[in-house]
């Protein structure tokens, strides 16, 4: 009666695995559990257990290097061509086998591997974690995370790491059909080391691969900062410091002033401008620039108009020098961001310009226009807007960069002054706003 008992739970519990031609191993061990006096089948039923299903399982045999050993776990971790592969000691292999391997040895290793995995059903219960030391037999509950049909493989992630195993060959993939990638499954496969074997021959490296360079994407927000510094000409095409017109003095004289250019004045006047720029995107930069300007009138007096009747006294005048500081604003996108690099942008600014002033030479007092009250003032200080676009480029050396910019430059007119009001001349200044393009050259530094 026990034995019909038996046999009937045994039965019940074998049928599940069949598919999976493990009956041989599980009767061995529950036979070897509720018939501890027959040791001599257990035994033998112990040694065909070692031996996985043919179906769904598949002897391999691999050659690397050994570069750790764990004594303790009973694991050999190798490597080849591929990477790393972990591998645990056969039971076969006693303590003293293992000890006699070292890192930096040649083995060659004959293993059973082979998957056999199906959807878990929404709502199911995970099914037990477990692991058979003497058949290597594993069971769990994994998530997909990617499946290669063509190659016949399954990549999963479950209690012990990540892992990629491979359907054999003969054996129906339509397991692989079923799954869905980052959904639960029920896994069952085999890891099981038949043999681990030293190998003759060069051993390959233990030292890990040399990580391969990772180039720096061109475009990055790394250096956001930068600081430089420009200088250069100021190069004016439009504009007139005086506009010709006429008065008279308050004695009654006649005053004739003549159409006169700054360049007339101050030749081709020198900009400075120091600034920042912040990396708002890969390739677009906020800047703010510090500009001044200052050119000095020529040694000789010049003159600029006449003065009186017969005989007309030239207006000789001798000016001070031209200067203006000033605020900018604007932006830069560059094209690439190789050591080459171009760039457009634009800039608006407020800029301060600083009084004019003349004495005159060589003019009777008796037709002297009234600036002489005025302290000598031709335009008084006062403010003028600046817009325009840019464009340049840059040659990068490391964080060190030359640049070169330029840009079509309108910049505000002058003021007048009480006696240019007085004596009828107060449109000289009505064209004094200037146009230029200023031709720039200097160096940024990148943080």
């Not at 018939?35 to 690397?64: H, N």
């Not at 942008?345 to 600036?371: E, H, K, M």
Request: charged share 15%.
């Amino acid at each position: 009666m026990r034995w019909n008992t038996i046999s009937a739970v045994a039965a019940l519990v074998i049928r599940p695995f069949t598919t999976m031609h493990l009956r041989p191993a599980i009767l061995g061990i529950f036979a070897a559990a509720v018939l501890p006096t027959a040791s001599v089948q257990t035994r033998a039923m112990q040694t065909t257990a070692t031996q996985p299903g043919t179906e769904w399982s598949a002897l391999k045999s691999y050659t690397g290097t050994i570069v750790q050993i764990d004594s303790a776990a009973r694991r050999v971790t190798a490597r080849d061509a591929t990477g790393n592969t972990v591998f645990e000691v056969p039971p076969s292999m006693g303590s003293s086998q293992l000890a006699a391997f070292r890192p930096g040895d040649a083995i060659t290793v004959s293993f059973y591997e082979g998957v056999n995995v199906r959807p878990r059903a929404a709502g199911g219960a995970p099914v037990t974690t477990s692991v058979d030391p003497a058949t290597g037999l594993r069971t769990a509950t994994v998530t997909i995370v990617a499946i290669d049909r063509a190659a016949r493989t399954v990549t999963f992630t479950g209690p012990r790491g990540r892992y990629t195993r491979t359907v054999p060959e003969g054996v129906d993939t339509s397991m692989l059909r079923a799954l869905t990638v980052g959904e639960k499954a029920d896994l069952t496969y085999f890891e099981y080391v038949q043999a681990m074997t030293p190998t003759a021959g060069p051993a390959i490296s233990t030292a890990a691969p040399p990580a391969a360079p990772v180039p720096t994407p061109p475009d990055t927000l790394r250096d956001r900062l930068t600081v430089y510094a420009l200088y250069g000409a100021d190069n004016q095409f439009s504009g007139k410091m005086i506009q010709a017109a006429t008065g008279s003095t308050t004695g009654g004289a006649p005053i004739n002033l003549d159409e006169t250019t700054y360049d007339e004045v101050y030749g081709r006047m020198a900009m400075l401008k120091v600034g920042v720029g912040y990396r708002l995107t890969p390739r677009t930069e906020a800047v703010l620039n510090f500009a001044y300007s200052r050119s000095g009138a020529g040694e000789d007096p010049i003159q600029i108009g006449t003065t009186g009747t017969a005989p007309q006294v030239p207006l000789t005048v001798k000016f001070t020098d031209y200067h203006y500081w000033g605020f900018e604003g604007g932006q830069r996108w560059f094209f690439s961001r190789v050591r080459f690099t171009p760039f457009v942008g634009w800039l608006a600014g407020i800029n301060r310009n600083q009084d004019i002033r003349g004495n005159f030479v060589g003019v009777p007092s008796s037709v002297t226009p009234g600036l002489a009250a005025q302290d000598g003032k031709f335009f008084e200080r006062s403010w003028a807007f600046s817009l325009g676009p840019t464009g340049g480029v840059l040659l990068g050396v490391g964080p060190f960069e030359v640049m070169a910019e330029t840009q079509l430059r309108f910049l505000g007119g002058l003021s007048d002054v009480d006696w240019l009001v007085e004596e009828g001349l107060r449109d000289v200044n009505s064209q004094s706003s200037r146009w230029s393009v200023p031709l720039l050259v200097g160096a940024r530094f990148r943080f």
